[in-house]
């Protein structure tokens, strides 16, 4: 595996499911996002970790749940969620130690809330 | 507060014809400009970083510049595949560990055979 790679690439779930988003990157990057992205909007971050530790969450709801357990692995627990949170989730990773940091992204899961 | 603004939303060129994305930026102190393409169903795929204004980059038929306020994508002699919607991004200059990128609406760029 190359990159960054995202599991599941689509995901159908009901509003009482629980399910996971799983993220890893293959690229040795000490940074990993999550970020949302619905149809004429713009990518909106979600949460950044930088050495495992969150340094952001951009006032998401408490039924999106990050988890980073290393480096190169970053998870999202959806819970209760809306229809309005169906939308193509996106995960990145970047370098730490440089001057700009270019993300780097998966494939993305496509969400669909019923 | 960082704003990114694309015009136009959509481009449709015919095989060849040469034309330039636009990007608007407002940021507090640039750090960084980036483009990015991204294909229907797919992520984002990384194109350019721009750190000064007059910096120019070059990849095949495209090539990005920056100003103080702008950044254009230029594309020369456009092809079928060149289809895709073009993202543009900014990261300011801070201090700590944030280094959230601000993105633009992007751009869909469709070119016809």
């Known amino acids: 595996e190359t990159g960054v790679t995202q599991t599941p690439r689509h995901l159908v779930m009901g509003m009482t499911n629980k399910k996971s988003l799983k993220c890893e990157q293959h690229l040795g990057h000490n940074a990993m996002y999550w970020y949302k992205q619905s149809a004429k909007k713009p990518l909106e971050l979600m949460f950044v970790y930088n050495f495992k530790e969150q340094t952001e969450n951009n006032s998401v709801p408490s039924r999106f749940s990050p988890e980073c357990p290393n480096s190169s692995h970053l998870f999202l627990h959806l819970h209760t969620l809306q229809p309005e949170d169906s939308a193509l989730y996106l995960c990145a990773s970047s370098p730490f130690d440089r001057d700009a940091y270019e993300q780097y992204f998966g494939p993305g899961t496509r969400l669909t809330v019923t | 507060e960082d704003q990114v603004t694309q015009s136009p939303e959509a481009l449709r060129l015919q095989e060849g014809e040469s034309s330039s994305l636009n990007c608007s930026y407002t940021v507090s102190g640039l750090r960084g400009l980036f483009w990015y393409r991204q294909d229907p169903g797919k992520g984002p795929e990384f194109l350019f970083t721009?750190?000064?204004a007059g910096e120019e980059k070059e990849k095949e038929r495209l090539k990005a510049t920056l100003t103080k306020k702008e950044s254009f994508l230029h594309i020369t002699a456009p092809k079928p595949e060149d289809s895709a919607t073009y993202l543009c991004?900014?990261?300011?200059?801070?201090?700590?560990?944030?280094?959230?990128?601000?993105f633009g609406k992007g751009i869909t760029l469709s070119v016809r055979p």
């Open positions: 721009l750190y000064s």
């Open positions: 991004a900014v990261q300011a200059t801070v201090t700590g560990a944030n280094s959230k990128l601000t």
